[in-house]
């Protein structure tokens, strides 16, 4: 497995979701990783990163709201979401930045009802 991404599913407004992405050691270790995402007829966004510290960042229209974490033991990516909106609808994709590549993962969905 390089990146897999789960977790995504229809929500309520209001309501949470956690995404995980299962990734490779090669791709996890020591290297940022991060989620995107894509809306229909928007232009992928980051959402969110973290490096290999811990430290990490958001986009504004998620600040307070999502929350991005790693788990070493794992090689897993975490991206717990709460007070979902329908504006964060989108298909959600993790990477791992492996200078100088930047590996993908597949998709997962999240759909948030208003």
């Known amino acids: 497995v390089q990146l897999q991404a789960s977790g995504g599913g229809l929500v309520q407004a209001g309501g949470s979701l956690r995404l995980s992405c299962a990734a490779s050691?090669?791709?996890?270790?020591?290297?940022?990783m991060s989620w995107y995402r894509e809306a229909p007829g928007k232009r992928r966004e980051l959402v969110a990163s973290?490096?290999?510290?811990?430290?990490?960042n958001y986009a504004d229209s998620v600040k307070g709201r999502f929350t991005i974490s790693r788990d070493s033991a794992k090689n897993t990516l975490y991206l717990q979401m709460n007070s979902l909106k329908p504006d964060d609808t989108a298909v959600y994709y993790c990477?791992?930045?492996?200078?100088?590549?930047?590996?993908w993962g597949r998709g997962t969905l999240v759909t948030v009802s208003s």
């Open positions: 973290i490096r290999s510290d811990g430290s990490s």
């Open positions: 990477t791992g930045r492996v200078p100088p590549a930047t590996y």
């Open positions: 050691r090669s791709i996890f270790m020591d290297n940022t």
